[in-house]
């Protein structure tokens, strides 16, 4: 490397002994489904007392012309601008024990420094799991139990999940990478992706989110709040029973595919992932069943 990884971030003089902690992450800019990461850390940064502790280098990790940050004009001066944070918050669960969030938008270059100085905070500060979280798109139904794929640097720390069922290749993202150099490192660390039905995928989703937070508070021990996020959820789930039952069109669909999971789950006695990718339908077979439901539900998709 041509510098000290250091360099990319600064560090809080005053920081707690953090030995055993564990590190959440989520990057803004890469698939979300159904807004998942960004919910869950919006919860946590809103419900959880919080300060930050590391910040990172902005200029020299993000492409300002690929997300232009926004600037605030007032009649005949420019009043404000709003700075993208790539930052490491100090949080507390309900028994008071210590874990850290990293958050911000996704690095656009120098990602294997990056890796290198998330390590050295890691190494720094004693932290015993790295855990990255997100949404992906799913052929499931909103009306079944949300499944949730989990990769992980060690097999049993993957624990009860299903894993994929098959190799494949996708693109890459700074989280992903992370995780695999973490692993190649010595550390552990793992990542959750929940699967959102397709037809919610472009729209907030609390479902999904909770559905995350609550498997992290699992494998990681943490207390979590998880009270707003849960009434989110049944109100999301209300709206969006009220508009399906108004669009026959995507209740026959949604129907459909209740049919589809049920035998597959009956057939394998697993979730959708126990079988083979050519049994999904794929978006383009939702394609216009779905579109007036999208543009009901609005949302806005976090895919780059």
Do not use: C
């Amino acid at each position: 490397m041509g510098f000290d990884p250091e360099e990319l971030y600064e560090v809080d003089s005053d920081v707690p002994d953090l030995d055993g902690a564990v590190l959440l992450h989520f990057f803004e800019g890469f698939m979300d489904a159904g807004s998942t990461g960004r919910l869950v850390t919006e919860h946590l940064i809103g419900e959880v007392e919080n300060r930050v502790i590391a910040r990172f280098d902005v200029d020299r990790l993000i492409d300002y012309r690929s997300r232009r940050p926004s600037m605030t004009f007032e009649v005949d001066h420019w009043a404000d601008y709003e700075s993208p944070e790539l930052a490491v918050r100090l949080l507390h669960d309900a028994d008071g024990t210590p874990f850290l969030l990293l958050s911000g938008p996704e690095p656009d270059r120098e990602w294997e420094r990056f890796a290198a100085a998330v390590r050295q905070l890691i190494e720094r500060w004693g932290v015993r799991l790295a855990v990255g979280f997100h949404g992906i798109p799913m052929g499931a139904p909103h009306t079944r139990p949300l499944g949730v794929t989990a990769h992980a640097t060690r097999e049993d720390l993957i624990g009860e999940h299903q894993p994929l069922p098959n190799r494949m290749q996708v693109p890459g993202s700074a989280a992903a990478l992370l995780e695999l150099r973490l692993g190649e490192w010595g550390h552990d660390a793992l990542g959750y992706a929940a699967h959102v039905p397709h037809y919610l995928a472009q729209s907030a989703y609390p479902s999904a989110a909770l559905r995350v937070l609550e498997t992290i508070g699992k494998t990681s021990g943490l207390r979590l709040p998880d009270e707003q996020l849960r009434e989110a959820a049944k109100a999301a789930t209300v709206e969006i029973d009220r508009q399906v039952a108004e669009s026959d069109e995507v209740a026959d669909v949604v129907h459909a595919l209740e049919r589809q999971y049920d035998t597959f789950v009956a057939a394998s006695g697993h979730s959708l992932l126990a079988e083979s990718q050519e049994h999904m339908p794929t978006a383009d077979e939702l394609g216009t069943q779905f579109e007036r439901f999208l543009a009901e539900q609005g949302g806005d998709g976090q895919e780059r």
